[in-house]
């Protein structure tokens, strides 16, 4: 892999774990809110789904791949709304968005899991910067051993 390659497939890590904190902060900022923009009930927790850059890998793509030409990194799939979670209910019959039986519809966010996702991007994150100052550094030596 060619010191570009390496830099750009680091560089998609970063972006897509970017991504991801900024996806479990609005997650966390949300954890309360018991409507959304538009009404249409509590906030659902949102996850970042993270692809290859290659896409789907036909044949060619697994061809090339082997013969180290494949594209490297990744990308951010789709931002999607967990709908398997469940939301939680809370008997508060005095709360403005209360339904009819007295019970609010509390956003699907854990706190746990959002603080787990989040230092999972954090440590993947600071892997990627690793990487980067390593492949800079390679870089650098490169130079050096071309100048003498």
Known sequence: MGLFRAIAATASGL???RVRMDVVSGNVANI????????????RRHIVRVSSASGGLPFADVARQFT???????????????????????YQPAHPDAD??????????DLVTEMTDLTTANRS??????VLNAVKQMALKALDIGSR
Do not use: I
């Not at 309360?32 to 906030?43: F, K, L, N």
């Not at 494949?70 to 398997?84: H, I, K, R």
């Open 32 to 43: 309360d809110s018991t409507s959304t923009a538009d009404g249409q009930g509590a906030y």
């Open 68 to 90: 180290g030409q494949a594209d490297a990194g990744v990308v951010t799939g789709q931002v999607s709304l967990d709908t398997t979670t469940p939301t939680r209910q809370l």
């Open 15 to 17: 972006a897509v774990q």
């Open 100 to 109: 009819e039986n007295g019970y609010v519809e509390l956003p699907n966010v």
């Open 125 to 130: 994150y600071q892997a990627n910067v690793t």
